[in-house]
């Protein structure tokens, strides 16, 4: 028999902690995600998302929560199953990433898939799980819920930019899945209609954990990521020499993002997510 989710199980997963926006001299803010737990934004993600689901009684107890993931969501929701005492279980490509050993460390079940596999072949093989009472699915590649699932990290960012005295000009952001461009431009965008929107993707050849070219790893019809939805999109380098310090502790990714932005728009006041 399955029994549903208690109120008092709810209350077990940590909320998101606010992050720190850190004012930067002749550059912006940055909005780090380091201190988060799991040390990366994509917590927030997961824990709206699973909150959400108890709440609607879609997540029973013992259900497996499932998603295909590269690194930064599923450690966060094998934390998160971790906590609250539910498998999880984990798709994504056999390849060398070094988040697949926290994955496996946090006691979920993580399924690798030759690299040939079209991304469809994976998701088919998890909706069809997903329709089982026993699993529970993410779902972070819907576009609606994973906008929804960032609304209340725009609306901590705005809330922090109240204090400040100026109001951003750009709104830098990574691309992975597309939530947090989409999810945190769109809700900026309500209160700073003129801020432009600039993705980050690597440039051909380039590889930068967490981050993807969306012209050369497309997701097909589940792909969130509506590459005319930023202004503009910049294609870096994973290899360019570091002028900066890394005071703030960034990872590779916004490290560069931060070398690139103030090379491109140094007369802007610049808002930047670090994801992680």
């Known amino acids: 028999m399955i029994k549903p989710t208690t109120s008092q199980e709810i209350t077990i997963l940590p909320k998101p902690i606010e992050t720190p926006l ?19 934004v994509k917590y927030r993600l997961v824990y709206s998302r699973i909150i959400q689901g108890m709440t609607d009684a879609k997540i029973h107890k013992g259900s497996c929560l499932i998603e295909a993931s590269a690194g930064s969501t599923g450690v966060a929701l094998a934390w998160a199953g971790k906590k609250l005492g539910h498998p999880v279980e984990i798709h994504s490509y056999d390849m060398p990433n070094p988040k697949y050993d926290t994955i496996r460390e946090l006691g979920a079940k993580l399924v690798l898939w030759p690299q040939s596999t079209p991304f469809e072949d994976i998701m088919l093989q998890i909706k069809c799980k997903s329709k089982l009472p026993t699993y529970w699915h993410l779902n972070q590649y819907n576009r609606k819920m994973l906008t929804n699932a960032y609304r209340d990290y725009g609306r901590e960012i705005y809330c922090q930019m109240c204090h400040c005295k100026e109001r951003p000009d750009v709104f830098f952001a ?3 899945t597309g939530g947090i461009i989409h999810g945190i431009g769109e809700y900026l965008k309500l209160y700073y209609p003129d801020m432009q929107i600039i993705a980050f993707e690597p440039e051909e050849g380039s590889s930068i954990h967490g ?7 497309q997701l097909g019809e589940y792909d969130p990521y509506d590459r005319s939805f930023p202004n503009d999109r910049i294609f870096i380098k994973d290899n360019i020499e570091m002028t900066q310090e890394n005071n703030l502790k960034l990872g590779l990714g916004s490290q560069l993002m931060l070398e690139y932005s103030k090379q491109i728009h140094a007369s802007k006041k610049i808002l930047m997510i670090a994801v992680d």
Do not use: L, Y
């Not at 850190?22 to 990366?40: A, L, M, V």
């Not at 981050?211 to 790893?217: E, K, S």
């Open 22 to 40: 850190t004012q930067i001299p002749d550059f912006g803010w940055i909005k780090c995600e380091n201190s988060q737990h799991t040390q990366s």
């Open 174 to 176: 990574p691309v992975g």
């Open 211 to 217: 981050m993807r070219n969306a012209d050369i790893i």
